[in-house]
């Protein structure tokens, strides 16, 4: 039995959800999004309360998508009322960011600036040091910052690079010079 899979999911005024073949769509003021269903999973909606059930007689490998599914649904939910918002920081002598339009530009210490086009429902903002990846869909908005993350990963000895606001980058000794006596 899946712990998360067995809670309850209320819906919020504002946030109109559809579930038709399989496909869950939910709408927002943020946006709309939409998901498959596995079919191992019953999802009903009844007084504005959202409960996920599994079937009986299917495999083990099933229930293990009691609670993902659960998860995913009550992050769309998240995503068209509230929005998410991932944040990084970026460190290093020279290193820029700046938005144009909906392109983030990063001079990040190479020989050439690099350029993010932001996808459909994510938006950046810069200021100073900090780079804020947002929108209304969790997993688009982590792999943006992923991917901006990937750009200059933070190396361990002077902590220059691109790293998430929460993440702590342990630094190296480096090599120490050998006293004479």
Known sequence: MSKIGKKIINVP?????????????????????????????????????????????????SSALWGLTRALIANMIKGVTEGFETILEFQGVGYKAAVKGNELELNLGYSHPITITAPEGVSFKVEKNVIKVSGFNKELVGEVAADIRTKRKPEPYKGSGIKYNDEVIIKKAGKKSVATS
Do not use: C, H, W, Y
């Open 13 to 61: 005024a504002g946030v109109e959800i559809r579930i038709e073949d399989g496909v869950i769509f939910v709408k927002g003021p943020k946006g709309e999004l939409k998901r498959t269903i596995s079919g191992a999973l019953d999802v009903n909606m009844e007084n504005n309360i959202i409960k996920i059930q599994l079937r009986e007689n299917v495999g083990k490998d």
